[in-house]
Every structure is written in structure tokens, then in C-alpha cells.
């Protein structure tokens, strides 16, 4: 039922009592004034065109209709018993008052009707006005002033009571509607999403195939060597979501350390200059920042380097506007689209969590409490009895441990401040000390940022990974790799466990996951044997943008990376994970 449906129940009650009312009066206005027999005649034919008002009130046609019939009584009335004393008149409030409350607020799909409702109180005024005053010359001249005044009385406070009803209404609705508006436009635009969210996996609504076309197009204006396209992170932060360049870009992505960033950003227009984008760049460079702006909002910026300090001069300006014009709303509509993903997941992924704890894990540790206490009431003869039990029990403990793994897993997320490699590294800590697993982690991470959504999903890539090596490998070691160098990415675990072949149904739709969450970030997933035995699942992410040669990264398990491994276990000592501070999110 909608808001103004419910508006028209809540007045109708008062709508009737109000002609109730006045009808009483003008009933012991006319017993008094021209006796019972002139008032019951007269008070009985307005009773009759009362009822479509009090029984109808909705209707198109019969509810203005029966409006138009009390005012037409209460003048004919008026007229037949003398005009004075005008003892029916009170009664014009309520069809004023009722056709106002209904005009203040027509359905705009209503059509003529609409219009009826719309010009129906002035219309009632018009006539009783009419039909009162042209009965002025048949009143004797020693009583016409006080006709005129009564009639005028009774027209003013009949006007009076329509103003205030149509107010009224009016309010009604727009407290109604300021109410329900914010609920209206999240309807209209979750709308929108379900409808645009159906047409995914695609490029239509994904921030890094966006920003890889501006990034295209930008690479193609003259004199450029390198070109990026960064976007607002946390933390007062840019991140990059993607780059061209013929070798490793060290990013600027702290617009305070960069006053190019800062001014394009703030400013909304084009900043060139000799300032460097990055921090890897050497010798004199000349830099462009183009800024992205949606419906005046600063979305990203295009950040373009030149080795030649004159290369952007006002026409190349100019055609970098040009050239990514058009691109900000695109991106803009992506990124928001990632973020209300991304919330989704995450509001759903701690539901579950907590559904999980509070439901199957109780029950389960209360079966483990049921069990304990029957092994402890059991006769030592009942041995036999006794093994199953504990077999159950060990059972129910291995549930309880794997709920365990997946209520952390569920609650893990990339935090704000440590980055993707320090999630995957507390993560893999965590599972390898409880399964007895020996990782070994290879972290290279700058201070750049992938997008909360890109960490997000890779973040569960390697956990899965990392999962179905604890649970299907029956591996004794494990290797981590993390490189993040935006826009630019590798996870990489393996394991020495048994290998694919060993893999249960369980592990094979966990690769199919993975599978999925890589093709959605645009990253390739690679799944091969490790030798001499074990597996290696690998994500990468703009592999074209890798800054170091394939053969400069060891290779898990080879004497080289237990070099490197010891090296980093020497520079920076493992840390345990924050267990209370994840388990209270």
C-alpha cells in the first residue's frame, strides 16, 4: 500500500466525524429556525448525498460527484426555506474542506481525473458563491445585509477550512516523502546495480580494464614514457591501477609528498611541470597530471612522465584533456560499484562468521561435552564401547578445529595499514603453527596499494591455496610468495605435499574459487606440479607489468630461496598475528 493510500485510511474517520458534526448542527440550527418538518426533509435529502463522500471517498467519479450534490442541498435548501435564517450553510465546510484534502495531492497517472480532483474545490466554492448570492434580490431589502454578511461568513469560513485541509495534506505527503527518500533512491539505485551486476563477469564496470584504456590512450600522445592512472585509497593515499612504462615505475602515491598530485587533485585542473612523479625516476623529467572529474568530483588522476623536460607544452596539454575526457564517470561508476561489492561481501562474510560461532560451533562443542561425559560415567568393562567414543571424539575435535580455521579465515581482511602481504603472512603463521606445517615466506612489498577489492580477492586466493594444502596436500613445508608492486602482483604457495593427484572433490572446488576470483580481478591463475613432489598455485596480476626479469626470483625449495628465506627471517622477524583484535571484528 503506498504512503498516500495509508494517508487517506488514517483521515477517513476524521473526514466522517467532521460531517457528522456539522450535520448534527445545521439539523438543530433548522428544528430551531424553520421547524422540524423543513429541517427532516432537508436533512434527509443531504444525508443521501453525503453517503459517496462517507461511503466512497476514493472513488474517481462518485466521491466528487457526491461533493457537488451536498453543496448543491445546502443552497436549494437555503433558498426554499426563506435564506434567512441561512441555517444549512455551516455544512459547506466539510465538501470545501474534503475537496481541498483531495486536490492537495492528485496521482500524477490519473490523467483527466487528476484534473477533476485538482480543480474541484474552487469549483464548489463557485457554485455555492452563485447559487447564494443570486437569491439576494428575492430577500427583503430590511434583511438583505445581513443575508449578504451571513452568506459571506459562512463562504469565508468555508474557504478557510479548505485552506487549511489542503495544507494539511500538502505537509502530510512531504513529511511522508522526506521520510521515505532516502529509502526511495537506495530502491532506485540498488535497482540499477542488480540490473548492471547481471551483465558481469565483464569489462563494463571493472576500475582496472578502465583505467588500462585511459592509460592506452594517454601512452599514445607524444613524447610520453610513462603513464599511470591512480585512484583514492585509504589513508590519504593513491593507489595504482595501471601503468605504462618500459621498466619499474616507483609511483608517487602520497599527493602531501607531491605537490603536482596535491594541486591536480585539489585544483580539478591539468599541472604541469619538472617535478617527478616517481620516486624511481632519475635526471630531468617533465611531468603532466590530468585530473578525472565527474560531476565535479576528483575520481583519479593521469599521471604522465617525459624524459624530455620540454615535452608538455600547451598543445600536448590539451590533447591529454582531450584524450580522457569522458573516461572519469566510467571510472568513478566502477570504483563505486567495487566498493559496494566489496561491502557486501564483507558485512556477508562476517554474517556467516558469526551464524557459524554462535550455531554449529555451540552444538558442536557440546557434543564434545556430551561425549567426554559419557566416557567418563562408562564400566571399565564396556572397552569396546570406549574406543568408539573416543573415535568420535576425535572426530568432533577435528570439526571443531577446522570451524575454527574457517571462522578466521572468514574474518580476515586486509588491514588498512599492514598491506596484502602482512594478511597473507599472519594467515599462513597462523594455519602453518596449528598444522604443523614449516612456512617459509618471501614478502616484497613497497608502499603502494592495490585496490581494497583487488587485495581483498587475492587475499582469498591464498588462503584457499594455503587451505587446501593444510587440509588435502599433507605437506610438510610450505613457501609463500608476495609481491605487490602496483599495478603489478604475485601470489605464489606451494607446497611438498602429494601433489593434484591426491586433491579431494573439496580441493577441486576450491581451485574452481580461486579459479573465479582470479578472472574477476583480470589476474591468471596457474595451478602446476611442484618437483619432486607438491603443488604450486600461482596468481599474477598485469604480468606485463612485472618490473624484474622471471630469473631473478628463485624458485621455491631451491637453495636460493632458503637463502633469501633466512635473509628475511634475519631482517624482520616473524610476528603472530593479533588474534583478539581479528577475532572482535
Known sequence: MGDEAVLERQWRLPAVALRGVLFAL???????????????????????????????????????????????????????????????????????????????????????HARLRTWGPPALVALAA??????????????????????????????????GAWWLRRSRSSDLHHSQLPYAEAAALLTQLRVVARQLPGSTLDPGGIATEIVDTASRIPGVERAAVLSAASGRRLVVLA????????????????????????????QAGQVPLSRSTQGPVASLVIPLVAEGRTVGLVAIESDDPAAFGPEAITAAEDRTKGAALRLETALLFEDVRSMATTEERQRL??????????????????????????????????????????????LVTELRFSLFELRSNVDRQGGLASAIADYARTVGASAG??????????????????EAELLRIAQEAITNARKHARAENLWVTCEVDPPYTRIEVTDDGQGLSGEASEGRYGLAIMSERAERIRGSLEIRPHQPHGTT????????ARPTPPSETPRPGSAAWAAADRAARTEQPARRPDHGGRGSQ
Not at 537 to 544: F, I
Request: proline residues 6%.
Open 437 to 454: 606445517l614449516r612456512v617459509h615466506l618471501s614478502l616484497d612489498e613497497g608502499g603502494a596499494r592495490l585496490p581494497a577489492s583487488t
Open 353 to 398: 562468521a558469526r551464524e557459524i560461532h554462535d550455531g554449529i560451533a555451540q552444538e558442536l562443542a557440546m557434543l564434545g561435552y556430551g561425549i567426554d561425559n559419557a566416557m567418563a560415567i562408562l564400566p571399565p568393562e564396556a572397552g569396546e564401547a570406549k574406543g568408539e567414543l573416543e573415535d568420535l571424539r576425535s572426530e568432533v575435535t577435528r
Open 537 to 544: 598455485v600461482a596468481v599474477v596480476l598485469n604480468a606485463g
Open 130 to 163: 452563485a447559487g447564494l448570492v443570486a437569491q439576494a434580490p428575492r430577500v427583503s431589502a430590511f434583511d438583505r445585509g445581513t443575508y449578504v454578511t451571513t452568506v459571506a461568513v459562512a463562504l469565508a469560513f468555508g474557504l478557510a477550512s479548505a485552506v
Open 26 to 112: 445545521v439539523a438543530v440550527f433548522g428544528w430551531a429556525s424553520v421547524g422540524l418538518a423543513d429541517a427532516a426533509t432537508w436533512c434527509g435529502i443531504l444525508a443521501l448525498a453525503a453517503l459517496p463522500g462517507v461511503l466512497l471517498p476514493r472513488h474517481r467519479l462518485l466521491a466528487p460527484a457526491g461533493r457537488l450534490a451536498e453543496v448543491a442541498v445546502v443552497v436549494l435548501g437555503t433558498l426554499a426555506t426563506g435564506g434567512l435564517p441561512a441555517w444549512m450553510l455551516p455544512y459547506l465546510i466539510a465538501p470545501f474542506a474534503t475537496a481541498a484534502f483531495d486536490a492537495a495531492a492528485p496521482a500524477p497517472d490519473e490523467g483527466r
Open 243 to 270: 601503468q605504462h612504462a618500459d621498466e619499474r615505475v616507483d609511483w608517487e602515491t602520497s599527493p602531501q609528498l607531491n605537490s603536482l598530485l596535491a594541486d591536480a587533485w585539489a585544483g580539478q585542473k591539468p
